[in-house]
């Protein structure tokens, strides 16, 4: 949702900076937590080779994230009405901050890599190891370098700024990061799970699930008071800029919001495109992240602009999904390629698993052969056995190939 607070005075240059820079930071966003989920999939990769299966019940489960979102909506406005509002606000704050203080601290960690050159900080890395007294489990496992130390030093300031101040510029350091935490781990948690014959993780649950949360947005926007109550809470739920800023600085009286929703929810569908299409290693090198990316973008801003020129909040979801939906989908029709698109399952992945199913199965083959040797009588007639038989023509086929079983020459090895 994307909304004006106290619209009564309109800026019109406010408005447009406001805007631009609310729309920068999703973008920012979106490319720092897409470019995280690709370092993420190659660890996964890595540890978990198993596919976690899952009976076809579990699809309501999928589907319903709406109805589990409006649960939450309708308990935290529920709370609002009983305990208050700052009260409330105050326990999202923590909660917030407690959440977003590491990936916060990585996000300055990585930034500080790319800007500060190696010989003006020399880095070095660190273990640190806490053990049970028996030693039978590890208590604290973890290594790190010095500019993850800067970057924790940094976010525990930013936090601690945030805490005391409620300032918007700490309030939208936190927010990027729980979108940034948003985006990575719901593509992490529905990694390598399979409800019946479809992957969680596969473009087209995440395009079904778009849809819902579009009626979902529309709904609790259009016909109740609750999402305009939620989204006032002064935690980082929204990322916020002062459309007033040239008049009273960078202290809020008015401001425009966006809703880490509308961050999050588009955001998980263009870090999947961008794996499609490094997966798919075609010519049409980041086509469909380029044109998903750029939907998103031009979705937002006509939100934005609708949002201005009537005054009033509006589901960012209505414009940003159709068009994230609609664009891609039509590229791959237009190629050929929507059947591979939206049941995309990880094409380099399945490629090893097939690989390496077909060398289990050549492994078993051998087995059984080794177990259950052929007899002469099955042989060819024209082929000879005995003691006196002539060398392989073939000069690749000789006793020294490499081709060749040195237990038996009979067996061909894969």
């Not at 939620?230 to 009273?248: A, G, K, R």
Request: glycine share 8%; with cysteine; charged share 15%.
């Amino acid at each position: 949702m994307c909304s004006l607070l106290s619209p009564s005075w309109i800026n019109w240059a406010g408005l447009v900076t406001a805007s631009s820079n609310l729309l920068m930071m999703a973008m920012i966003a979106i490319i720092f937590a897409s470019s995280s989920f690709l370092d993420m999939t190659k660890k996964l990769k890595d540890e978990e080779k198993t596919i976690k299966k899952f009976s076809s019940k579990y699809t309501i489960v999928a589907m319903c994230s709406p109805l589990i979102l409006s649960c939450y909506l309708v308990g935290v406005y529920v709370g609002i009405k009983t305990s208050g509002e700052e009260n409330l606000s105050r326990v999202f704050r923590f909660v917030a901050v407690w959440i977003g203080l590491f990936p916060l601290a990585s996000a300055v960690a990585r930034i500080s890599r790319f800007i500060i050159p190696g010989f003006m900080v020399k880095n070095q890395e660190y273990h640190a190891l806490m053990e049970s007294k028996t030693g039978s489990h590890k208590i604290i496992d973890m290594s790190f370098d010095r500019f993850e130390i800067f970057g924790i030093i940094v976010a525990g300031a930013i936090g601690g700024w945030y805490l005391m101040t409620h300032h918007w510029i700490a309030n939208n350091f936190f927010g990027l990061a729980l979108a940034h935490v948003g985006i990575t781990e719901i593509l992490a948690c529905v990694w390598n799970v399979e409800i019946g014959a479809m992957r969680l993780n596969s473009i087209a649950i995440n395009c079904i699930v778009l849809c819902g949360l579009l009626v979902y947005d529309v709904f609790w926007v259009f016909r109740t008071e609750v999402l305009k109550t939620v989204s006032s809470l002064q935690c980082p739920i929204t990322i916020v800029f002062p459309y007033d800023s040239l008049e009273h600085g960078y202290w809020i009286e008015r401001s425009m919001k966006l809703g880490l929703g509308d961050i999050v929810a588009p955001g998980t569908l263009i870090a999947q495109m961008l794996r499609y299409d490094l997966d798919k290693k075609s010519g049409s090198k980041l086509l469909y992240f380029g044109v998903t990316f750029a939907s998103y973008v031009l979705g937002l801003i006509l939100a934005f602009a609708v949002c201005v020129g009537y005054q009033n909040g509006q589901p960012a979801l209505l414009y940003i999904v159709p068009l994230c939906l609609i664009v891609p989908l039509c590229v791959a029709l237009i190629r050929g390629e929507i059947a591979s698109l939206l049941l995309n399952r990880d094409p380099v992945a399945e490629g090893e698993n097939d690989a390496n199913a077909s060398l289990v199965e050549r492994e078993q083959n051998l087995q059984r052969d080794d177990e259950d040797p052929p007899s002469c009588s099955e042989a060819p007639e024209n082929e000879d056995f005995g003691a006196g038989a002539d060398e392989p023509s073939d000069p690749t086929l000789g006793p020294n190939s490499p081709m060749v079983s040195e237990e038996n020459s009979i067996y061909i090895q894969g």
